[in-house]
């Protein structure tokens, strides 16, 4: 039975589909059988994994809409060594079609239930917005990875984001909790950075994974050549930081 966790963080910009592609990346590279589900309508997941969404058949969208199956609709990143649930434009008209359907914020939760014993993980790209597609990630997901950078407005929406996720446990998914936090585009030569760390450490404690993401330009570039950066340049800073969050993650769920 797959764990199932989502990357979430409704401030845009800090790192999400990074984070998720390249950790399903990172994770395939040590062995383990993955599913990234794009549940953004950018599409930015599917194409960094090297999916075209231009030419997508079937979509997540047909998935939450009872039109079709995970099975059906799931592609092989060629690229990345793992499965993708794609997404494209047309997910954003699911949040107002949605809207009537019955079980809403659990559609994605009962599509996942039939796939997942073919995986060890299945990672989550949420949108970034507290929407009813991302209240779907939440709802489908034993916990949470929260990226963020260290500076002072990541702060302010982290706790905006912890309390939405408390909501959701008590009155959803009782399943639910914080992973933990992941610093990204960590950059040691900046004083603010290393506050904001600290007081990332003080007020999370063991929360806080002990993997860094450095600022990297190749995990920049990966994205435009349809790659994950663990696979564009294994040798880079970046991905070693990812392959090493993915190793971190394994040994952090054996202990919960």
């Given at each position: 039975m797959a764990k199932i966790f989502c990357?979430?963080?409704?401030?845009?910009?800090?790192?999400?589909?990074?984070?998720?592609?390249?950790?399903?990346?990172?994770?395939?590279?040590?062995?383990?059988r993955v599913m990234l589900v794009d549940l953004d309508p950018q599409g930015n997941a599917t194409m960094g994994a090297g999916i075209n969404k231009a030419t997508l058949k079937v979509s997540?969208?047909?998935?939450?809409?009872?039109?079709?199956?995970?099975?059906?609709?799931?592609?092989?990143?060629?690229?990345?060594?793992?499965?993708?649930?794609p997404a494209n434009?047309?997910?954003?008209?699911a949040e107002v079609e949605m809207v009537e359907?019955?079980?809403r914020e659990k559609r994605l939760k009962d599509a996942l239930s039939l796939v997942a014993d073919d995986y060890d993980f299945i990672l989550i790209d949420c949108p970034p917005a507290l929407s009813i597609l991302t209240l779907n990630g939440l709802c489908a997901a034993n916990g949470v990875i929260i990226p963020?950078?260290?500076?002072?407005?990541?702060?302010?929406?982290?706790?905006?984001?912890?309390?939405?996720?408390k909501k959701v446990h008590a009155k959803l998914n009782t399943d639910l909790k914080i992973i933990g936090l992941l610093r990204v585009m960590f950059d040691p030569r900046m004083t603010l950075s290393q506050q904001v760390s600290a007081?990332?450490?003080?007020h999370f404690g063991d929360k806080v994974f002990k993997t860094m993401i450095p600022?990297?330009?190749?995990?920049?570039?990966?994205?435009?050549y349809g790659m994950p950066g663990v696979n564009f340049d294994p040798g880079s800073k970046g991905a070693q930081a990812y392959i090493a969050f993915g190793a971190e993650m394994v040994?952090?769920?054996k202990t919960m």
């Open positions: 990357v979430a963080n409704q401030k845009g910009g800090v790192g999400k589909t990074t984070t998720a592609v390249n950790l399903a990346a990172g994770l395939t590279r040590i062995g383990q997540i969208y047909e998935v939450l809409l009872g039109m079709s199956d995970v099975a059906s609709a799931r592609l092989r990143s060629e690229n990345g060594g793992f499965d993708v649930l434009r047309e997910l954003a008209g359907l019955d079980n963020m950078q260290c500076e002072y407005y990541a702060l302010e929406g982290l706790s905006d984001l912890v309390n939405t996720i007081q990332l450490e003080q600022r990297n330009i190749r995990l920049a570039e990966a994205p435009s040994e952090r769920i």
